[in-house]
């Protein structure tokens, strides 16, 4: 069991996905704080944070309610102060964890979670590699049918892992798909469902004759 600092979101953060965050609310501000190296620093903790997508409230305030068991660690890159109590942060998404519960003994105005980092079993991993193959070709097909162009620049990953991370990521699924995929218990189902996905929506498409407008880039979080 590990213990590490929540952030609660009303997104999804993936393994390998960047993360712009401009925290403000006080008491993430003393997170980053605590990250840093300050006067009030927690002993143990590293630059690093766990992000959990909110089920049920909101971001700011004592909105948050409920959030997922699944989440993923957040490894700062760039963090610092861009105006008057106001963190500027890039981290990227990193392992995944299941949050077991709360500890209640820290006495921080945010949450830490007692959590256990989550391996990335690959499943059959021939069946993997043949699924990642459709993805990708799927995900390009999908886009041009759209007129859209890869919200992330470069190359697809080349093992089936970073293949079914990239995916969503690419397809800007809705938080409630994203949260399923990262649940998923291996790689190769969170491949299958991710493709079933696509081919489902394609299939609407079709048989509507429509083709959806393009999604708007979304922006950064704000807390």
Same mark, same amino acid.
């Given at each position: 069991m590990d213990f590490l600092p929540l952030f609660p979101l009303g997104s999804v953060l993936l393994p390998g996905a960047p993360l712009a965050l401009q925290v403000f609310e006080p008491r993430y501000v003393q997170l980053m704080h605590d990250l840093l190296g !300050? +006067?009030?620093?927690? %002993? $143990?903790?590293? /630059?690093? *944070? !766990? &992000?959990?997508? =909110?089920?049920? @409230? *909101?971001? &700011? $305030? %004592? !909105?948050?309610? +409920?959030t997922h068991d699944v989440g993923t660690v #957040?490894?700062?890159?760039? =963090? @610092?102060?861009?105006?008057? $109590? &106001? *963190? !500027?942060v890039i981290a990227v998404g990193a392992q995944r964890f299941h949050l077991r519960g709360l500890d209640e003994s820290v006495g921080t105005p945010y949450l830490t979670g007692m959590v256990e980092r989550l391996d990335e079993p690959v499943g059959d991993p021939v069946? #993997?590699?043949?699924?990642?193959?459709e993805l990708v070709v799927a995900v390009g097909l999908h886009l041009d049918a759209r007129g859209e162009e890869l919200a992330e620049p470069g190359q697809p990953p080349d093992d089936p892992t970073g293949v079914s991370y990239w995916a969503p990521r690419v397809l800007e699924l809705e938080p409630q798909d994203t949260q399923v995929l990262l649940a998923a218990p291996d790689t190769e189902t969170r491949l299958g469902m991710t493709l079933r996905t696509i081919r489902r929506e394609a299939q609407i498409e079709d048989r509507l004759g429509v083709t959806l407008a /393009?999604?708007?880039a979304p922006p950064s979080n704000l807390n």
């Open positions: !300050g +006067d009030t620093r927690i %002993e $143990g903790l590293a /630059p690093e *944070f !766990g &992000v959990v997508a =909110i089920r049920r @409230g *909101f971001e &700011v $305030g %004592e !909105g948050i309610r +409920d #957040a490894r700062i890159e760039q =963090i @610092g102060l861009i105006g008057t $109590g &106001v *963190f !500027g069946r #993997a590699a043949t699924l990642a193959r /393009p999604r708007q």
